[in-house]
Structure formats: structure tokens, C-alpha cells
């Protein structure tokens, strides 16, 4: 019996309805699909733009930043005028007003002392010039002062009497404190002891007085044609003697430096020089500065330049040199000429802080200069008057004149970074004591009066030294290999060979300084004739790998092996070289070099440093190989297949095709390759740090060291203040290399599009 058939339960559906439904909702969901992927592809082109944004800020911010740190080493030095006070007439009691003898400043810019020829010595408040007290010059037992000074190092003030003698008082200002502020500032004066300068006790009528490592010394003039000098040596032991000028020649100023050191100027325009040993003074030289009188002596800060001012407004820096390097004897030289006035000098104050020194003149003209880059910093309007003496605060920050009218004049000044020109930075700059302007960075010393050699010329120099030899390294075997694995290696071993080399680059830097510096160079070191014979028995028993293996291997067998098959005999032949260089080095070295190489060196003038050049080319260029391996593979990878087809198709062998098509082609890319790799080198900082002897050196030899930018900075900002002038010559020598690289960087991309743009045309 048939089955009896189930019901049909289906709900009948209108004829399309079914698939208008299905398609709304199809496109619904489609357009909310679309929508979604509109809103990602508009998040991601805004997160995309915004690091691209970010990044370019990031630049430019860096770059901004680090132009606002290194700009103000070229500002202008600022002078404020803080105002004249009236001084001499309180102390004159009511007479006229008494010429200031000399003038002194404490460093917190409260009070301003001056030597009166009464006797007294008189502190006056700075701001306004109000007396603040008087105190008897301690020892003058009732003669008058007929002639003074100040040391600018400890407050030391010398008077010269009319009876010949000297007698000496520190003046010391102790801040007195409330909480961490200064709640006031007390004067005291101390009494130095009294010394009899002449025994036939003439007056005085220029003195000087200098203390220092255990002994002192003190000069004076109390005749035209004599100079009367004490001095106690180490051993406490005191002296006194009198030395004198050749005939006709007039005494006119005496400024003693170094306790050891005497000069004194004469109305002819001489300089004579003493030095202080166990004989008692010796004359050492006698030095024509003009021809004019000699009216100021001053020793700058650290006693090794004496500067003079003469009767016509002229202004030099005298210090002792060599006249060459191999001379045995000093002379004195003019190391330093400045701006001259045009009236006769009337004082030298020099700073106790840096070596700058202000020059006052009798037309009122007053001059602020630096003694080593003879940068003229300020000149103040004339005066109205002569201006007998002036002094710079402690700190650097004012300046105070004494007046012929008895008033002092008084000056705010802001001047940061007094040694830095564009000449003292990128020129020969004559530094005390050396026989020429030279190129010199030397940014600290022993103590504070060192002067700062700050030439970025032998860092410069130094960049370039160090990049020179880790191209000559590195681009030869890079290119080569970037061409051998491109053009003669089968594709699965290139692919193999290339991310091998390319992962070198991920070595941090630090390690192979690490290694360079406390391996390497002993090994180079200890056979350094090996390690030069390796080099070209290197290139010659690989090119021998090369030979043996067209040559002597079979045809046949070559041909079962897939390109890139003589790698392991290169390698081999290579290790050979090695092996050879090893063994023949010593047999060289005792033929060629006398059995020591690195003494062979020394006796013709060419030292041998331990981590030198040759470290560094062998340890950066380690270290750039990547770099320069990949953009020139890429390069040479990017020569179109026609082209070399084509060229073997006419008969052309591999090598031929390789040398005449693919390299000229790729000739672009691979300098590409080249100018990215110097950017490498010369921005590296550790290898260079570790594996150098970092000595700003201006010599092409391998043999010796180097100091790059990167490297500087690295040593040196640990010794750099913020805000000095240290600190800021730093960030210009980033700028400098930020510079360097950019343009190494920018000429290797503008060069890499041209085999870009051609090749996409053929």
C-alpha cells in the first residue's frame, strides 16, 4: 500500500518576495562592512600621519633644541650701566676729592673698597655708594701711602710709604647667613706684615705683591732706574735684593706674577723679566713691546701672560715660548695684540674667573677684552674723564671704574662664554706657552686657571680620520661580496648568504668595541706585521681560490655543482693566506724592521699607540659591512635581466658581465651604499671610544689614535656644567654631526633614486 504523504506545513510566500529580502539584506550588511572599513582605513591613514608627523617633530624638535643650546656661545657679551656714586669726597673731609688708589670687589656685589692715600681703607656700599667704614691701613705707623695694588686672587692689598716700605693687609668679606640666605656680608681686615723694600727708605712709587705655593714675593719701584724685590722661599727663609736696567733706561711699572715671575715696564717701551731662584732674581728677558712708556702691567688669570699698555693706547699679551718645537730655550713672545684706545692706558684689571681683563685709558674710554681668542667684548662709551684704575667682581658679573672726579662708575655685565669665536673654534688659536696658533682641543685642566682649548678642528679632523679607514676596510670586501652573491650565487644559497651578513648589524656596537679594545688591539699589538701581510696575502690567496678553481677543477665536476660551489675553497685558500702570514711575519719583521716593528716606528718619528687607526678601520668597518653589503646587493640585484641577458647573450662570460653592465649600472646604488656607510662611521660612538686612545690628534698615521665628535661628546659630558661654555660647544659639535650625517644621508637617497627611476623606464 503507498504511503500516505505528510502534510505540508510551509507558509506560501508571494512570488520574489524571498529574494528581496535576502538581497536588502545583503547590501545592508555590505554597507555596514563598507563603513567599518572606511572608518579603520580613516583611523589608520590618521594614526599613520600622525606618526609621520610625530617623527618629523620629533626631528625638528631635536634639531631646534639642540641650535637653542649651541646659540648662545655666539652672543654678544651685555654691559648694563648700573650708575655713578660719588666716593672720595666723604674720605677727603671735605678737602678736594682724593685720587683712588686701588680698587677691590667682593663677589656678592655688596660692598667696594679703595685704598686712600691717607692711609685708611674705605668700604663703600655698592648699590649706592654710602660709606660704610673706615679702618686705619694696619702697619704704616704714620707715613702716607704713595702707591698701592690688589691681588686678584685673596684680596691682598700691598701699599707703598713714603719711607720705603710695604705694607700688606687682606681684606676678606664673611656672608653671614639666616636660614640658606644671605642675611649680610662682614668686612674684615687682617694685618700681612710690613715689609722694609728700601733701605734708604725712598718713597714707593709702584708696588707689587704675589703669594702662592709657600713663598711670596714683592717688587717696587722706589727708583727710575731700580727695582727693590723681597721674597721669602718655602723654607720661610727671607731676601731681598735690587736689580736694575741698563743705562738711560727709566723704571715706570712693576707687576709681580708666579712669586717667581717679575716684570717691570719702562719709558722706552721695554719689558725686562725676572725670575726668582736660589741666587736671588736672574734677568731672563728683556722684551721691546712699543715704543711708547710702558703705563700698565697686569698678569692674566694663571700668571702665564703678562699684558701691557703703553703711552699711545696700544694693548699685547706677552708669555713665554719656544720659538720651535725643538728649541731648548723660552723667549718671550707677543702671543696676543687687541683693540688699542686712543689715549694712554691708565690701568689693566684682569678677571680672577676667566681670562678676560678690562683696559681703562686717560680719555675715558674703557674696553673689555679676552686675552686668548683677543675677542673684543665691550667698549664702553668715553667716560668724560680719565679713569685711573677699574676692577671686575669675583664673579665676572660688574665691572667698577674709579674716576679722575672721584667717582665710581658702575657696570652690570653678562658675559657667559668670552673664549668662544668661530676663530678659537674652527682656527689656530696661539695658546700660552705653545710656539704657534695650532689646532687644539683640550677642555679641562688641573686647576681653574687653565686655559680652555676648545678647536673643534682635531675632532673634526679625527671623524674623518676614523671614517676614512673603516671604509677603506669595509667597502672594498662589502661591495665585492654584495656583487659575488647577487651575480655568481645560486639563488638558495644567496639566500642563505645575505641575511647571515645582514644580521652583523644587529652586534651591538659596545661588543665589538668591547672586543676590539681589549683584544684586538693586543693582538694587532703583538703581530702587527702579521696583520699587514694578512691583507693582501688575503686578496691574493682568494683570488688563488678563484684560479684554482676555474683551472684545475673539472669541468665536469663544476658542473654538478650549483653556483656558489667554490665558496668553501675560497675560504680555505683564504685561511691559508692566514696561515702563511703567521708564519712568514717574524722571518719579516727581523729582515725588514729590525726584529721590532713598532721601535722601527719610533726611530722615524712615527709612534706606534696600542688602540689606534688601524683598530678602529678594522673594528667600525665590521660594523658598516652590513650596511653597504645590502643597498649595494639590492643595487646590484635591481639591474634589470635584459640587460645582463643580453650581454650573454653576445659572448660576454659572467665576469665581464658582472664588471661592464651590472656595476656601471648599479653604479649609483652602490655609492648610495657607500655614503650611507660613512654616515654609519662617522656617527659611531662606542667602538670608537673603546678602541682608541681618544687623543685629538691632527696625523693621517694608522698607528696613531684619534678623537671623533660622537666620541668627544661621550667623554666629555661628564665634565661639562650646564650652561657652560663646555656644555655648549658640545651640543655644536652634535649639531655638527647631525649635520655631517644628514648630508651623507640625503646625497646617498637623492643618488639611490636615479637606478630607481631609470630602470623602472627601461
Request: net charge positive; hydrophobic share 50%; aromatic share 8%.
Amino acid at each position: 500500500m503507498p504511503r500516505p504523504s505528510s502534510p505540508d506545513r510551509s507558509v506560501p510566500v508571494p512570488p520574489g518576495a524571498a529574494g528581496r529580502g535576502g538581497v536588502r539584506e545583503r547590501v545592508s550588511a555590505a554597507s555596514r562592512q563598507l563603513r567599518r572599513v572606511k572608518r579603520i582605513d580613516r583611523a589608520a591613514v590618521a594614526l599613520i600621519t600622525l606618526g609621520g608627523v610625530g617623527v618629523i617633530a620629533s626631528v625638528v624638535g631635536m634639531l631646534v633644541f639642540i641650535a637653542g643650546e649651541a646659540v648662545p656661545l655666539f652672543r654678544e657679551a651685555r654691559v648694563t650701566d648700573a650708575g655713578a656714586v660719588s666716593v672720595a669726597a666723604a674720605v677727603a673731609s671735605g678737602k678736594a676729592p682724593a685720587a683712588l688708589r686701588t680698587l677691590g670687589i667682593d663677589e656678592h656685589l655688596t660692598h667696594v673698597y679703595t685704598v686712600e692715600p691717607d692711609g685708611r681703607l674705605a668700604f663703600w656700599r655698592y648699590a649706592d655708594g654710602t660709606l660704610v667704614r673706615t679702618s686705619a691701613f694696619p702697619g704704616l705707623d704714620g707715613a702716607t701711602v704713595t702707591s698701592s695694588s690688589r691681588t686678584g686672587w685673596g684680596d691682598v692689598v700691598a701699599a707703598g710709604t713714603s719711607d720705603g716700605r710695604v705694607a700688606l693687609a687682606q681684606v676678606r668679606f664673611q656672608p653671614r647667613y639666616a636660614g640658606t640666605t644671605i642675611a649680610g656680608v662682614d668686612v674684615v681686615v687682617r694685618a700681612h706684615g710690613v715689609v722694609p723694600i728700601d733701605e734708604a727708605r725712598r718713597p714707593v712709587r709702584d708696588v707689587s705683591y704675589r703669594e702662592g705655593d709657600g713663598r711670596a714675593t714683592v717688587a717696587a719701584i722706589v727708583d727710575e732706574a731700580a727695582v727693590c724685590v723681597w721674597w721669602r722661599d718655602e723654607t720661610g727663609r727671607a731676601a731681598s735684593a735690587t736689580v736694575g736696567a741698563e743705562a738711560g733706561e727709566c723704571f715706570t711699572k712693576v707687576r709681580v706674577g708666579r712669586p717667581t715671575e717679575i716684570a717691570a715696564g719702562t719709558a722706552s717701551g721695554r719689558v725686562y723679566g725676572w725670575t726668582i731662584g736660589p741666587d736671588g732674581p736672574r734677568l731672563t728677558s728683556v722684551s721691546p713691546v712699543g715704543d711708547r712708556s710702558v703705563t700698565a702691567l697686569a698678569w692674566a688669570l694663571g700668571d702665564h701672560t703678562l699684558l701691557v699698555g703703553d703711552a699711545a693706547g696700544r694693548v699685547s699679551g706677552w708669555f713665554d715660548a719656544r720659538p720651535s718645537e725643538d728649541a731648548a730655550e723660552v723667549v718671550k713672545v707677543e702671543g696676543h695684540r687687541f683693540t688699542p684706545h686712543q689715549a694712554a692706558i691708565t690701568a689693566i684689571s684682569p678677571s680672577s674667573r676667566d681670562k678676560s681683563f678690562v683696559t681703562a685709558a686717560a680719555d675715558g674710554s674703557l674696553v673689555l677684552h679676552h686675552t686668548t681668542s683677543q675677542r673684543t667684548l665691550v667698549v664702553l662709551p668715553t667716560q668724560g674723564g680719565p679713569l685711573q684704575t677699574a676692577a671686575i667682581a669675583p664673579k665676572a658679573d660688574a665691572i667698577v671704574v674709579a674716576r679722575g672726579d672721584g667717582r665710581l662708575a658702575r657696570f652690570d655685565l653678562v658675559n657667559p662664554h668670552p673664549e668662544v669665536t668661530m676663530g678659537t673654534l674652527f682656527g689656530r688659536t696661539w695658546y700660552e706657552g705653545y710656539p704657534q696658533p695650532a689646532f687644539v682641543w683640550q677642555s679641562t685642566g688641573a686647576s681653574d686657571e687653565f686655559e680652555p682649548k676648545l678647536s673643534l678642528v682635531p675632532l673634526v679632523f679625527g671623524t674623518f680620520k676614523a671614517t676614512f679607514y673603516a671604509l677603506l676596510f669595509a667597502v672594498p670586501l662589502a661591495v665585492l661580496a654584495a656583487l659575488y652573491t647577487s651575480q655568481f650565487v645560486h639563488p638558495d644559497l644567496r639566500a642563505w648568504l645575505k641575511p647571515t651578513v645582514e644580521i652583523m648589524a644587529a652586534l651591538p656596537s659596545v661588543v665589538v668595541g668591547f672586543v676590539a679594545g681589549l683584544w684586538l688591539a693586543g693582538v694587532v699589538e703583538r703581530h702587527l706585521v702579521q696583520v699587514v701581510l694578512f691583507m693582501p696575502l688575503a686578496l691574493a690567496s682568494g683570488t688563488a681560490g678563484i684560479v684554482l678553481w676555474r683551472r684545475v677543477v673539472p669541468s665536469a665536476l663544476r658542473g654538478r655543482v650549483r653556483p656558489g660551489g667554490e665558496l668553501p675553497l675560497i675560504v680555505l685558500m683564504i685561511l691559508l693566506g692566514l696561515g702563511l702570514a703567521w708564519a712568514i711575519g717574524p722571518l719579516v719583521e727581523q729582515a725588514v724592521f729590525g726584529g721590532d716593528a713598532r721601535l722601527w716606528l719610533s726611530d722615524r718619528g712615527s709612534s706606534y699607540a696600542q688602540r689606534n687607526s688601524l683598530v678602529v678601520g678594522l673594528a667600525t668597518g665590521f660594523a658598516v659591512i652590513p650596511i653597504v653589503f645590502t643597498i649595494a646587493d639590492d643595487a646590484f640585484a635591481s639591474v634589470p635581466p635584459s640587460l645582463t641577458a643580453a650581454s650573454l647573450a653576445l659572448g660576454a662570460s659572467r665576469w665581464q658581465t658582472a664588471l661592464r653592465v651590472v656595476v656601471p649600472t648599479a653604479s649609483p646604488g652602490v655609492f648610495s651604499a657607500v655614503m650611507v656607510g660613512f654616515g654609519r662611521a662617522i656617527g659611531e660612538t662606542m667602538i670608537v671610544l673603546m678602541a682608541t686612545g681618544n687623543t685629538p690628534l691632527m696625523d693621517w698615521s694608522v698607528f696613531n689614535g684619534m678623537r671623533t665628535l660622537s666620541a668627544n661628546i661621550a667623554v666629555e659630558i661628564p665634565e661639562a656644567p650646564v650652561g657652560g661654555t663646555l656644555y655648549r660647544v658640545l651640543f655644536l659639535s652634535a649639531a655638527l654631526l647631525f649635520v655631517l650625517t644628514f648630508v651623507a644621508n640625503t646625497v646617498a637617497e637623492v643618488i639611490r633614486q636615479r637606478p630607481r627611476d631609470r630602470n623602472n623606464a627601461l
